[in-house]
Nanobody, 124 residues
Framework: QVQLVESGGGTVQPGGSLRLSCAASGGTFTAYYYSWFRQAPGKGREFVAALSRSGAATYYADSVKGRFSISRDDTKSTVSLQMNSLNPEDTAVYYC?????????????????WGQGIQVTVSS
């Protein structure tokens, strides 16, 4: 089974950018769907972006479309989330998730494997 470790979080001013990385180990990297979710204080876990197992298809929440980009590097077994034009509403703990078979890519229950989460704070 795959283990996931996120990195790259921190504090950024509104309008700034951050790049999150998710390092995968313990499994065949290309055998999994990968997604990013986030959870703000007092709210449920929210879908952000997903990448199909082939890497050919990407999906985004409407709230981040055009600002965030998900990608993967097969040589490094890493999935990244490039976040641009950040605003305070993007503040949350961000989680990397993976599963070998996903139908509802936007649902947290579709993913068996999760990272520990990493804090992203957008504040002036």
């Amino acid at each position: 089974q795959v283990q996931l470790v996120e990195s790259g979080g921190g504090t950024v001013q509104p309008g700034g950018s951050l790049r999150l990385s998710c390092a995968a180990s313990g499994g065949t990297f290309t055998a999994y769907y990968y997604s990013w979710f986030r959870q703000a204080p007092g709210k449920g876990r929210e879908f952000v972006a997903a990448l199909s197992r082939s890497g050919a298809a990407t999906y985004y929440a409407d709230s981040v479309k055009g600002r965030f980009s998900i990608s993967r590097d097969d040589t490094k077994s890493t999935v990244s989330l490039q976040m641009n034009s950040l605003n305070p509403e993007d503040t949350a703990v961000y989680y990397c998730a993976a599963d070998p078979s996903v139908t509802k890519y936007y649902s947290p229950s579709a993913y068996a494997y999760w990272g520990q989460g990493i804090q992203v704070t957008v504040s002036s």
